[in-house]
């Protein structure tokens, strides 16, 4: 029975509360505590007993990992390196009846990884009262019985050891008996009663007794119980097993049922003086819960799970009396064996999540502890990771292992892994668990954008709106979050000497490129934009693309007649032979466009004419030539407003007039004054004087490089000129190129001049063009398809030498009026 006693308990604790810090090897700590201390009495100072700094135990993750219970029992404080008490801690309960108590811990620090034993030996209390095995104990003795015969008597069991267990006995005072204390084997005490009187059962049929066991603690306790004795009649001999101690050995998870082991004893005695039964004496109370006995047949029999993890050994006292109480004892041990029964388990200590896609091959990701309750070959452990994953485990200290990177990370190609670990023990047949463990890799900017086209083709008609959208340029980039935001931003450059930023701007966020202003096709044709995207990392990474932006022509441009000048510039006259037979080259329009392609092609026609029926125009070459032969009926002056205009949608055009005069020599022209020309004639001399100067000299150095240029070929020895003549720079407006060979010039014309010595007789001979398209006066200009290519082609030139013709016309003209 226990008795109570806290006060006493408590002044017990305060004599007996020692601490003792006992290094056992390099590195560990031993301490040595009585039992039941109150939670949060401090044990001792772990940082200071083992030399550590208790600053660093927080950043080096310190902690106790206690072998086998699962209550905790201590705990340690991070920031003063104190042991203190954290649970009840009750001896009996811990180790029973062993003599020696200990706990054990790991003390786990990290960053470098290092392991300290400490062991917490706890010291008996005496807070567990002597009990008897039985509220009453019954002995029949015969009467008559000789005095000092001994009849022993059950064992009180006190929880407590040493010198707090059972150390006396008292028996109350009777006139029959006296007490007597002996010693067993194993050093426990029990009594004998010791017949002092003989006893007569006429006068007494029962003694009642009662019987006190004391311990040896301080305070001391006891425990009572009632001894029933009956006077029978002579039973002399007690019952004799046939071993003094029974040790057997069994394995744990042994089915319910199981029959440990049986106990034999023999009495000589007949009758139910013979008659041998068997029952516990001395048993612990976990014992009982396991294990009970026949009482009949001595067998020994489980009645509970037996686990070797919880106890490894169990030693029960068994009781053989006899029908008239006398009674013997015998000792069991049983040993029980390990079973493989129980699967490692996997602990995860630390896990550095997520770790950089950066971190180089070998950086320790996280620390595992493995450990099994089982023993021996059963508890050994090997641990393995699957192999398609970049990590490994490497075997550190007692059952711990640190999880490495085995190779570089990108965590563009896997973002998150799924470790699977698995701990396999060497038991027979072995046991396994595993444990996944999942690890995000973070992202580090290692990806620049990615445009998602080598280069970009953009087109932009002219004339074009501000703001509108030109083309949208996406790049790619395959990192995350602000790794992966990317902008966008043009490279400063030039078009023609002007900032590119003063054509195009960029949308940062979307990459939709839009034009700051209009552009003008005839200023240039196309320019290029480079493009760099770049992401919001630290530090960011860009890249380049080229933007090609081309303009398309729009028809703004009307035709711009070069040949005759416009009205108002110069007043211009073409003297045409009477001879001239039907479809003589009479004079040439020439005319370009500052625009390009369909925008640049002309067509020509006669919109009004002294005569219609006289002269045609080439719908597309601007040839002006007769219809007819001349006669003598027709007018001498002819005038001829000639309509240009171009292919666009809507068309542009322009108008000039030609002035024309039938006459076969200079002396037939009437006086200048006589001739009613539509225009204001009153400076006209002036103007023709410096036209003739200047044309007479051009025409000379024509002439001598025709002549140099025929000598060296050796062709057309008759003539003075025979050859194509481009069109002088003078002629084109400021601003036109050619484009893409459609422009709106026709190759040269060959005409042949005849000159004689005298300048009043010299001809001149109209010759056929490369290009005889002839539109008369009152048709409409239409283009057939065999005339298509002639726009390609023939709009591109003029004929210069349609000029030079009427230079000479002109020269010959003044030559007349001057003699």
Known sequence: MRSGGLPIFASMLSLLFFIL????????????????????????????????????????????????????????????????????????ELCGEKILCVLKYDLVLENPLELHRVSLQIQDVNDNSPIFQNDEIKIEIQELTDKGARFPLDEAHDADIGQNAVQSYTLENNDHFVLAVQTNTDGGKYG??????????????????????????????????????????????IPVFSQDVYKVSLPENSPLGAVVVT????????????????????????????????????????????????????????????????????????????????????????????????????????????????????????????????????????????????????????????IT???????????????????????????????????????????NKPGSSVITVKAIDLDWRQNGTVFYSLLPSEVSGVPVSSFLSINGDTGVIHAVRSVDYEQFRSFKVHVVARDNGSPPLSSNVTVSVSITDENDNSPQILYPAPA???????????????????????????????????????????????????????????QRDISESDTMKQNLVISVKDNGQPPLSATCTVYLLLSDNLAEVPELK?????????????????????????????????????????????????????????????????????????????????LTTGSRTSDFRFARSYNDGTLPADQTPKMSPTESSDQDVGNKSGSINSTLVNSFIFCQFFQKRNV
């Open 263 to 418: 106990v034999s004893a023999t009495d000589a005695d007949e009758g139910a003086n013979g008659e041998v039964t068997y029952a516990f004496s001395r048993v612990a109370e976990k014992a009982k819960k396991i294990f009970k006995t026949d009482h009949k047949t001595g067998e020994v029999i489980v009645t509970g799970p037996i686990d070797f993890e919880e106890e490894s050994t169990y030693e029960l006292r068994i009781d053989g009396k006899d029908g008239a109480g006398l009674a013997s004892q015998t000792k069991v041990i049983i040993e029980i064996t390990d079973v493989n029964d129980n699967a490692p388990v996997i602990f995860l200590q630390t896990l550095n999540n997520p770790i950089p896609e950066s971190a180089l091959p070998g950086t320790e990701v996280g620390i595992i502890n493995v450990q099994d309750k089982d023993s021996g070959v059963n508890r050994q452990v090997r641990c393995s990771i699957q192999q398609n994953v970049p990590f490994k485990l490497i075997p550190s200290i007692k059952n711990y292992y640190s999880l490495v990177t085995t190779a570089e990370l990108d965590r563009e190609l896997v973002s998150e892994y799924n």
């Open 192 to 237: 004998e009663l010791i017949l002092e009187k003989e006893l007569d059962r006429e006068e007494q049929q029962e003694v009642t007794l009662l019987l006190t066991a004391i311990d040896g603690g301080t305070p001391q306790r006891s425990g009572t119980v009632v001894i029933h004795v009956t006077v029978l009649d002579a039973n002399d001999n």
């Open 674 to 754: 006589d001739m009613s020309f539509e225009e204001n004639n009153s400076k006209l001399t002036s103007y023709l004087i410096i036209a003739l100067v200047s044309v007479s000299t051009f025409f000379l150095t024509f002439i001598i490089l025709t002549v140099a240029v025929t000598f060296c070929r050796r062709k057309k020895p008759r003539l003075l000129f025979d050859s194509a003549v481009a069109i002088p720079s003078a002629y084109f407006p400021p601003n036109y190129a050619e484009v893409e060979g459609a422009g709106t010039l026709r190759s040269s014309y060959n005409y042949d001049t005849y």
């Open 568 to 626: 108002g510039n110069s007043f211009m006259t073409e003297m045409v032979p009477k001879a001239a037979h039907a479809g003589s080259l009479v004079s040439k329009v020439i005319a370009v466009d500052a625009d390009s392609g369909q925008n640049a092609w002309l067509s020509y026609q006669i919109v009004k004419s002294t005569d219609p029926g006289l002269f045609t125009i080439g719908l597309h070459s601007g040839e002006i030539r007769t």
């Open 21 to 92: 810090a006992l290094p056992t090897s390099l590195g560990d700590v031993s301490y040595s505590i009585p039992e039941e201390m109150k939670r949060g009495s401090v044990i001792g100072n772990i940082a200071t007993d083992l030399g550590l700094d208790a600053k660093l135990f927080s950043s080096r993750k310190a902690r106790l990992h206690f072998e086998g219970k699962n209550k905790r029992y201590c705990e340690m404080n991070l920031n003063s390196g104190d042991l203190v008490v954290a649970d009840r801690i009750d001896r009996e």
């Open 421 to 463: 670990i698995t701990a396999t023990d060497e038991g027979s047949p072995p046991l396994s668990s595993s444990k996944t463990v999942q690890l995000s890799v973070s992202d580090v900017n290692d990806n620049p954008p990615v445009f998602d086209e080598q280069s970009y083709r953009a087109s932009v008609a002219e004339n």
